[in-house]
Nanobody, 126 residues
Framework: QLQASGGGLVQPGSSLRLSCVVSTLDAVAIGWFRQAPGKEREGVSCISRPDMTTTYADSVKGRFTVSRDNAKNTIFLQMSDLKPEDTAVYYC???????????????????????WGQGTQVTVSS
């Protein structure tokens, strides 16, 4: 129901755009999460419709931008000025209750999310 793509190996300071295609699921909010080896999954960003409310983790504010194309059921995560600490598997996810928006299903609590994509690897290294 959610499929993330767009990851890769890039140098520090580079940019990447991740995509998440949502099918057969009518979710108000889509969140982006990441998990680095040996670390817990952490929230990165979230976007709600129809008002396009967005939230970001402090660690990515000013560098990452989330957007969505409702006509194509696709959510994007534009990542700029990538740092080695951004290296992780990135997942897109939808809340267990699909009508919840980002302000309720906060990215600080991944347990709100019950529908997960398969993840895409982002590696930032020189």
């Amino acid at each position: 129901q959610l499929q993330a793509s767009g990851g890769g190996l890039v140098q520090p300071g580079s940019s990447l755009r991740l995509s998440c295609v949502v099918s057969t699921l009518d979710a108000v909010a889509i969140g982006w999460f990441r998990q680095a080896p040996g670390k817990e999954r952490e929230g990165v960003s979230c976007i709600s419709r129809p008002d396009m409310t967005t939230t970001y983790a402090d660690s990515v504010k000013g560098r990452f931008t989330v957007s969505r194309d409702n006509a194509k059921n696709t959510i994007f995560l534009q990542m700029s000025d990538l740092k080695p600490e951004d290296t992780a598997v990135y997942y897109c996810a939808a809340p267990r209750a699909p009508l919840l928006g980002c302000k309720v299903a906060t990215i600080n609590t991944p347990a709100w999310y019950g529908y997960w994509g398969q993840g895409t690897q982002v590696t930032v290294s020189s």
